[in-house]
């Protein structure tokens, strides 16, 4: 939906399920020599400035990731890995004003050989995106934050999110993730996603596939269709796997919370998810 920004929502709740899920998932992928592919079907910009006005005017970012920031810089509580591998990951990016969004993510963790596409088809994300990924990334060295050339240069594609899936799928290299985030502000997003994404596993059925997903509690209904149907394309072909949903339940506007559904996912990853959310669900409250 070219309407939604996720400027103003970057860093929220929400994300930090996603993205610590997102994380505990290409740290699982990079354990092995083997290169990976990761299909980012709604990518957005990549970086965001946290003093950006967006962000200031919803203060979403001050209530999610920079709270949970200063925790992490504060606490000597033993921190779940799910939530200190992503914020070793983000600290680089938050001491300098920062927020690395999932695309920043993704391009931390890749090596040689491996490959990423970003979809992302909204004009003004779409600029920045392709700016940002010729930064450098941001890491933790010996003596302070430093930069770092990628190891992976990012496909940009500026088009239609699942059209670009189904294109994408299977890629040559068959290890690897797609993660899809649509906004689901238009009803039809519920459907496309079904279709997308079943298709996609019709077709790349060795991927891992990790769905974001928003509870709203006036579209509960679609919600459950959707991942009722997804967890039935999991089970059934030549390679049928198990899924996964984890959510995280808060208060924010007009949201209850988030989910993520993993379908043939790494071994114990929803026992991290379930370890991170635990905490999170503690220190939200």
């Given at each position: 939906?070219?309407?939604?920004?996720?400027?103003?929502?970057?860093?929220?709740?929400?994300?930090?399920?996603?993205?610590?899920?997102?994380?505990?998932i290409l740290q699982s992928l990079c354990k092995k020599d083997k290169a990976f592919t990761v299909i980012d079907t709604h990518?957005?910009?990549?970086?965001?400035?946290?003093?950006?006005?967006?962000?200031?005017?919803?203060?979403?970012?001050?209530?999610?990731?920079?709270?949970?920031?200063?925790?992490?810089?504060?606490?000597?509580?033993?921190?779940?890995?799910?939530?200190?591998?992503?914020?070793?990951?983000?600290?680089?990016?938050?001491?300098?004003?920062?927020?690395?969004?999932?695309?920043?993510?993704?391009?931390?963790?890749?090596?040689?050989?491996?490959?990423?596409?970003?979809?992302?088809?909204?004009?003004?994300?779409?600029?920045?995106?392709?700016?940002?990924?010729?930064?450098?990334?941001?890491?933790?060295?010996?003596?302070?934050?430093?930069?770092?050339?990628?190891?992976?240069?990012?496909?940009?594609?500026?088009?239609?999110?699942?059209?670009?899936?189904?294109?994408?799928?299977?890629?040559?290299?068959?290890?690897?993730?797609?993660?899809?985030?649509?906004?689901?502000?238009?009803?039809?997003?519920?459907?496309?996603?079904?279709?997308?994404?079943?298709?996609?596993?019709?077709?790349?059925?060795?991927?891992?596939?990790?769905?974001?997903?928003?509870?709203?509690?006036?579209?509960?209904?679609?919600?459950?269709?959707?991942?009722?149907?997804?967890?039935?394309?999991?089970?059934?072909?030549?390679?049928?796997?198990?899924?996964?949903?984890?959510?995280?339940?808060?208060?924010?506007?007009?949201?209850?919370?988030?989910?993520?559904?993993?379908?043939?996912?790494?071994?114990?990853?929803?026992?991290?998810?379930?370890?991170?959310?635990?905490?999170?669900?503690?220190?939200?409250?």
């Amino acid at each position: 939906m070219l309407s939604y920004q996720h400027e103003y929502h970057a860093g929220n709740k929400a994300d930090i399920l996603k993205h610590i899920c997102l994380t505990l998932i290409l740290q699982s992928l990079c354990k092995k020599d083997k290169a990976f592919t990761v299909i980012d079907t709604h990518a957005s910009v990549g970086r965001f400035f946290l003093n950006d006005e967006k962000l200031v005017k919803t203060g979403e970012a001050v209530r999610g990731i920079q709270k949970l920031f200063d925790f992490y810089k504060t606490s000597s509580l033993f921190l779940p890995e799910g939530i200190r591998l992503y914020l070793e990951k983000e600290e680089p990016y938050l001491e300098k004003g920062l927020y690395a969004g999932s695309p920043e993510l993704e391009r931390l963790f890749m090596r040689k050989g491996d490959s990423l596409f970003l979809i992302e088809k909204h004009p003004q994300a779409l600029r920045a995106l392709q700016e940002n990924i010729e930064k450098d990334i941001l890491v933790n060295g010996e003596n302070g934050y430093a930069e770092k050339k990628a190891e992976v240069r990012a496909f940009v594609k500026n088009a239609d999110s699942y059209e670009s899936l189904n294109a994408l799928t299977p890629p040559k290299i068959k290890r690897g993730l797609i993660i899809c985030d649509p906004s689901f502000e238009d009803l039809s997003d519920y459907k496309q996603v079904t279709e997308a994404l079943s298709l996609a596993r019709k077709k790349w059925n060795t991927g891992i596939i990790a769905l974001w997903y928003p509870i709203l509690d006036h579209k509960k209904n679609e919600t459950a269709k959707m991942l009722s149907a997804l967890e039935d394309i999991a089970k059934l072909g030549l390679n049928p796997t198990s899924s996964f949903r984890c959510e995280f339940t808060f208060e924010e506007k007009n949201l209850s919370g988030s989910g993520m559904l993993v379908i043939n996912p790494p071994w114990q990853l929803k026992e991290k998810l379930e370890e991170s959310i635990s905490l999170l669900s503690k220190l939200f409250d």
